[in-house]
């Protein structure tokens, strides 16, 4: 898409642009509107990088035609300038303790103090939409005063100023008004006579030049492509104590400079300081293309976040089913089709036997062997500990319920220990542990003849595996 420029024929695009605004406002997602504009940053910068090699698009649905030439700009502006200039009390003269004359003068003082005003040019050239620097020279007069005595001086300054815009990046029109942070550095010169309020006898007459340093802020109003309105106040630091006509030894003095500035901008395109603060980096696209940028981006962006809202609904569902409605979700049911008011959602089973005396374990008795050393697994002990924990009770407890009800199940006992300490130690703690949970069988009621215990002694090479095998572990016959 070639680039296009805010000429008297492009009213109806900006028309139409109006109308492409009003209709995006209607979008209920405010919060995918501001991820999409984040995003469409980010885009631009691979965009204006994919063009090169002409793969640049701007959504994945709808490929947009950018083009690799910088737009042309308006960028030099040259201004006229009314100034004021208000000499600030410097309250370093207040420490000289010698009455109303170690106080420091200041303007708008008194009948022998005026309105100061200076008249200047100034010369700006725009970087980006955001950075600008300007040359300026203004010259006029200053005056100040104390209770005691006062001051005329004809100055100049000249000053180079570097100017920071504050533009808000969501902006879809030319910006009209501009606010923006400056700092500024140049010479000033002077030529004083300081005289006594009394009777306008001159007390003492200095001249020369300084530096000087300033910073503030300003506003630029954009009347057209080509005229602007520029406000500006500064806070200047004068590097002189003669300034005022007078050398106190303080090395400097402080003064405000406001300026207001009428400027006209060389060329007949739209002016650099209007574009879009991040236009410039996406090889200079028109309106147009950025407002259906935005919108493909939305569009693109609210498919993405129904997807994501679906997955999540999908998740909370396959977390939360279960298919045999007995209350344990089939993620931690045993048995996800038989329902049963137990812990692990498996029936409890009892065994089946063909003759007396002579039990035959069925398919069911095999599940709950498997379910057993499941559930059994391992119990794990303290450093140098052979006492059970309440974890562990509880996993003896229901063994020793399946165990009650399940004759011609056996258990293996095998105790263990950590590799610190002798091995005589390790072995005796190792059978201690055995010890102990065989004891707990046998006073929950299981038969001594069905337990089976041994000590394994030290386990394990290295001080990673030492917890893992201070336990013991357990086999299903």
Not at 25 to 38: D, G, P, Q, Y
Request: one cysteine or more; glycine letters at 8%; hydrophobic letters at 35%.
């Amino acid at each position: 898409m070639k680039n296009q420029n805010l000429t008297n024929q492009t009213k109806k695009n900006i028309t139409m642009i109006n109308n492409i605004v009003s209709i995006s406002k209607e979008i209920k997602v405010w919060s995918l509107a501001a991820m999409s504009l984040l995003m469409l940053q980010g885009a631009n910068a691979q965009t204006a990088t994919a063009t090169a090699t002409g793969t640049g698009t701007a959504s994945n649905s709808t490929p947009i035609e950018i083009t690799n030439k910088k737009p042309k700009l308006n960028r030099w502006a040259i201004g006229l300038r009314f100034n004021h200039l208000y000499d600030l009390r410097f309250t370093a003269y207040d420490q000289l303790g010698n009455g109303f004359a170690g106080e420091d003068l200041e303007g708008l003082k008194g009948s022998k103090t005026k309105f100061d005003i200076a008249l200047g040019a100034d010369l700006t050239y725009f970087f980006s939409p955001l950075v600008s620097m300007d040359l300026a020279y203004d010259f006029g007069n200053m005056t100040g005063a104390n209770q005691i005595d006062y001051y005329e001086s004809k100055v100049n300054f000249w000053n180079l100023g570097l100017n920071y815009d504050l533009k808000t990046p969501y902006g879809k029109k030319p910006y009209r008004w501009v606010p923006y942070l400056r700092g500024s550095m140049g010479r000033g010169s002077y030529d004083t006579e300081r005289k006594f309020i009394e009777d306008d006898g001159t007390f003492s007459k200095s001249n020369g030049t300084c530096l000087t340093t300033g910073m503030g802020a300003g506003l630029r109003y954009h009347i057209n492509k080509n005229w602007h309105i520029n406000l500006q106040s500064e806070f200047y630091v004068v590097y002189s104590d003669n300034w005022d006509g007078y050398n106190y030894g303080s090395g400097k003095d402080h003064m405000m400079k406001t300026v207001l500035a009428v400027r006209y901008s060389f060329g007949k395109n739209e002016h650099q300081d209007r574009v879009l603060a991040w236009q410039g980096s996406a090889g200079g696209k028109d309106y147009d293309e950025v407002i259906k940028s935005l919108n493909d981006s939305l569009a693109a962006e609210k498919a993405k976040f129904v997807q994501v809202n679906s997955d999540i609904q999908n998740l909370q569902t396959s977390l939360t089913k279960d298919s045999d409605g007995d209350g344990v979700p089939d993620i931690k049911d045993h048995c996800p089709t038989e329902s049963a008011k137990t812990k692990d959602g498996c029936p409890e089973q009892v065994l089946v036997q063909t003759t007396p005396g002579s039990p035959t374990p069925s398919p069911a008795v095999k599940s709950i062997r498997q379910l057993l050393q499941l559930e059994m697994n391992q119990i794990y002990f303290g450093v140098n500990s052979s006492e059970l924990n309440a974890e562990s009770i509880d996993i003896l407890n229901r063994a020793s319920k399946t165990l009650k009800e399940n004759k011609d199940i056996k258990i293996n006992i095998l105790g263990s220990a950590d590799n610190t300490g002798s091995d005589d130690w390790n072995m005796k703690l190792s059978e201690l542990r055995a010890n102990k949970v065989a004891e707990y069988f046998k006073q929950n009621g299981i038969e001594s003849n069905r337990v089976i215990i041994k000590a394994l002694g030290k386990r394990g090479s290295d001080k990673g595996s030492n917890q893992m095998n201070r336990k013991v572990q357990f086999i299903i016959e």
